[in-house]
């Protein structure tokens, strides 16, 4: 088995795939992260990097838009979560990890996993956006001896039940200050929600979710707020983005003025910018610059 047959029966589904070393876990492809957002890899380049290293294995990503991976490291953790929520599996999409043989669940990404968000846990790791666990197909030496990641379930997905999300949630392993305090800045500690926010709605909003999508993620990102915003203000935030998005794609209009004042009175360049705003000089257009003073 190569590159390419381990890559494109994932890549068909709609997932996005990156190369990784033969033989390894860790991807050292230089911009792999942005792979698992807008862009993605083409059947041509899997092909190119089939044709350069065949060996090849290859990784999953984790994508708000697509799916989400939840990585169990013992079986302890996957009997404690059963328990504990009362809620039974899903019959979704499964691999057995090479490394342990532990299972690897794969989800359509819901409301919970946008509540969730990336979570490295006690006994497991789920992978939420710009994370990766090693595909099916892929193979790794464990003191000296060939092992594979195999599809256990080839079902379709499922969506991850709520109660395991909020288990999760609470079973969040101990990380450095550093690590902590760059989480909490995403969320706004510090700097305010509404950039926070606002920055999460932008984001994704330029990965190409559509516009009902992108009001579930950020009402979900709201609800980690200790006082999250009314559904309103989140609502009224994806609208404000989505239109000046629109804006901006509506060309520019440059046209020639007098600047007032100062420098003699020469002739300077007074900018119309995007079609759609305005700044009352007439409906429909924004001024940037100074316009003459008569």
């Avoid at 494109?8 to 997932?15: I, N, Y």
């Avoid at 492809?29 to 041509?44: H, I, P, V």
């Avoid at 991850?160 to 690590?179: C, D, F, I, N």
């Avoid at 360049?269 to 995007?274: F, N, S, V």
Wanted: hydrophobic content about 35%; glycine content about 12%.
């Amino acid at each position: 088995m190569n590159f390419l047959d381990r890559a494109l029966p994932l890549w068909e589904r709609g997932w996005n795939v990156i190369p990784i070393p033969p033989g390894e876990k860790g991807c050292f492809f230089k911009g792999w992260q942005r792979l698992s957002g807008k862009e993605r890899a083409t059947r041509t380049q899997l092909e190119e990097w089939n044709a350069k290293e065949p060996r090849l294995n290859v990784g999953v990503m984790a994508c708000p838009k697509t799916i989400c991976i939840l990585d169990f490291d013992n079986m302890e953790t996957v009997e404690r979560i059963l328990a504990e929520t009362g809620t039974p599996a899903p019959v979704t999409f499964e691999v057995r990890s090479g490394t342990r043989g532990m299972p690897h669940l794969y989800f359509r990404q819901n409301y919970s996993s946008h509540w969730l968000g990336n979570c490295p846990g006690s006994g497991f790791d789920f992978q939420y956006d710009r994370k990766y666990v090693v595909g099916p197909g892929s193979e790794i030496r464990v003191k000296g001896v060939l092992k594979t990641y195999d599809v256990v379930r080839d079902v379709p997905l499922l969506e991850l039940p709520g109660a395991w999300a909020e288990w999760m949630k609470t079973q969040v392993r101990k990380r450095s200050v550093a690590a902590e305090a760059g989480e909490w800045e995403c969320l706004g500690i510090g700097e305010g929600r509404q950039g926070a926010l606002m920055r999460f709605v932008a984001q994704n909003w330029k990965e190409g979710v559509t516009e009902e999508e992108l009001l579930t993620m950020a009402l979900a990102v709201n609800e980690k707020f200790g006082v999250p915003k009314t559904e309103g203000q989140v609502k009224s935030m994806v609208d404000w983005i989505v239109q000046k998005e629109q804006i901006r794609n509506v060309p520019k209009v440059i046209i020639g003025g007098r600047y007032g004042g100062g420098f003699g009175g020469r002739r300077r360049r007074l900018h119309i910018g995007h079609i759609g705003q305005h700044c009352g000089r007439g409906a429909g257009v924004r001024c940037v610059g100074r316009p003459r003073r008569d």
